[in-house]
């Protein structure tokens, strides 16, 4: 396992949280488990790495997305309304919104 500077986990491949499962340019989202409360830059890098599986967040709460690129945390709906960082407006995956059952309670 590795972690970024940020204190993303997972198979990393840079600093800015890719994985070996996701790695494009535009894959620098990191969530929050709500079980072990830790950044894994995918379900697929948290399930190799804990006992348990990726605990699911209500989309309101709190910082339970990072951004990779500047470490910005903010809820699930403030990701579901924009395609980009509210802080350093880095372009997220919009592919990654296909994966939002793994993260959160509908």
């Known amino acids: ?3 970024t500077s940020k204190g993303i986990l997972g198979n990393l491949t ?3 949280g890719r994985c070996l499962h996701y ?3 535009l ?3 990191a969530n929050k ?23 699911r967040h ?4 709190e910082e339970t997305v990072m951004c990779g690129k500047c470490g910005y945390k903010f809820s699930y709906a403030e990701y579901e309304k924009t395609d980009r960082c509210p802080a350093c407006l ?3 995956n919009p592919g990654c919104r296909d994966h939002k059952s793994c993260y959160v309670n509908f």
Do not use: L, Q, R, W
Not at 37 to 50: G, S, T, W
Not at 58 to 61: H, R, S
């Open 33 to 55: 488990c709500s079980i072990c409360c830790k950044f894994y830059a995918c379900y697929k890098c948290h399930d190799e790495f804990e006992n348990h599986p990726f605990g």
């Open 23 to 25: 790695h494009t340019k």
């Open 1 to 3: 396992m590795i972690k």
């Open 58 to 61: 209500a989309v309101t709460d």
């Open 27 to 29: 894959d620098i989202i």
């Open 14 to 16: 840079d600093d800015e």
């Open 90 to 92: 880095s372009e997220f």
